[in-house]
């Protein structure tokens, strides 16, 4: 990966783009000026780094996304996003780790990082 990093979206202007709550994408190239480009599901996508999180190194937790009141259907207020296949989980209670439905991996659950 050349060590440039990974990212995650913050705000409407990341999602508007296509990139969904909770999921850390791969930096393909930094363009410099505050721009970055990602793989967003084997599509490059352009947008500004100040509506990213960026991290260096690829995560190896879940993250925890909560759902806003006229998301929550009441029983799901809140999922996880698989660090490695990006899977979501709904969940229920806080465990402290948890495997993922499709690529079979256990990863701790980082109730400190909320998408």
């Not at 709550?21 to 393909?28: A, D, I, K, P």
């Not at 799901?76 to 229920?92: F, I, N």
Request: aromatic fraction near 8%; charged fraction near 25%.
């Amino acid at each position: 990966m050349g060590g440039i990093g990974w990212a995650r979206g913050s705000g409407h202007f990341a999602e508007e783009r296509g990139l969904r709550r909770g999921e850390w994408y791969q930096v393909l190239e930094d363009q410099g000026e505050g721009w970055l480009v990602l793989d967003v599901n084997e599509v490059h996508v352009r947008i500004t780094r100040d509506h990213l999180l960026v991290r260096r190194s690829q995560p190896k937790t879940w993250s925890v996304v909560r759902l806003s009141p006229d998301q929550a259907d009441g029983v799901h207020q809140m999922y996880l996003v698989c660090p490695s296949c990006h899977t979501r989980q709904h969940l229920a209670g806080r465990p402290k780790e948890s495997e993922c439905p499709k690529c079979l991996k256990t990863y701790p659950v980082d109730w400190s990082d909320r998408a």
